[in-house]
Nanobody, 115 residues
Framework: QVQLVESGGGLVQAGESLRLSCAAS????????MGWYRRAPGKQRELVAT???????KYADSVRGRFTISRDNAKNTVYLQMNSLKPEDTAVYHC?????????WGQGTQVTVSS
């Protein structure tokens, strides 16, 4: 059984920073892509950023230049450094991992940015 546990969400003011972490645990031989998605109130879930096992990254246009995704393969952990946060970044952020062909999701962590 694989579990993803996120941490690092919270309430910040516009312009501040947060760092999200997501650790995968369980029967893991290798992790392919890892990523972050978010769902704002009344909106559909959207991709924020992804990173492959080789380190290739992809970002949503709305966060490019402000957010940085990284991973520590030894710790099976993915991070999302979020700088210059805006009120429109307010959402529940979910970690996603493709592990041995199976898609796994974390429970989500709330990020709230006040203006």
């Amino acid at each position: 059984q694989v579990q993803l546990v996120e941490s690092g969400g919270g309430l910040v003011q516009a312009g501040e920073s947060l760092r999200l972490s997501c650790a995968a645990s369980g029967s893991i031989f290798s992790i392919d892509a890892m990523g972050w998605y978010r769902r704002a109130p009344g909106k559909q879930r959207e991709l924020v950023a992804t990173i492959t096992s080789g380190g290739s990254t992809k970002y949503a246009d709305s966060v490019r230049g402000r957010f940085t995704i990284s991973r520590d393969n030894a710790k099976n952990t993915v991070y999302l450094q979020m700088n210059s946060l805006k009120p429109e970044d307010t959402a529940v952020y979910h970690c996603n991992s493709l592990i041995m062909g199976m898609n796994y999701w974390g429970q989500g962590t709330q990020v709230t940015v006040s203006s």
